[in-house]
């Protein structure tokens, strides 16, 4: 099962680079939103009530941090 996964990081944080990294290694595709260069991508995370990352959404979830317990169980 293929679920659309987005995840919003910047580039200092190294939590992001461990989910982003995980990902990979699971073979998921993502679509990763910068909020470091990305204005848009860090309204729409603020509007969302988020002030950090990495906020990773998997389908209709929302996982705040990098939980990679949280991650297996939604990705099945």
Do not use: W
């Not at 260069?37 to 988020?50: H, I, N, P, S, V």
């Not at 389908?59 to 991650?71: A, M, N, T, V, Y």
């Amino acid at each position: 099962m293929n679920k659309n996964v987005v995840i919003y990081s910047s580039d200092t944080c190294v939590y992001c680079h461990h989910a982003k990294e995980y990902l990979k290694q699971k073979g998921v595709a993502y679509e990763e939103k910068n909020v470091s260069k990305d204005m848009a991508a860090r309204k729409e995370l603020m509007t969302q009530g988020f002030m950090g990352v990495p906020v990773i959404k998997v389908g209709s979830e929302i996982i705040q941090g990098f939980d990679q317990e949280r991650l297996e169980e939604l990705l099945g």
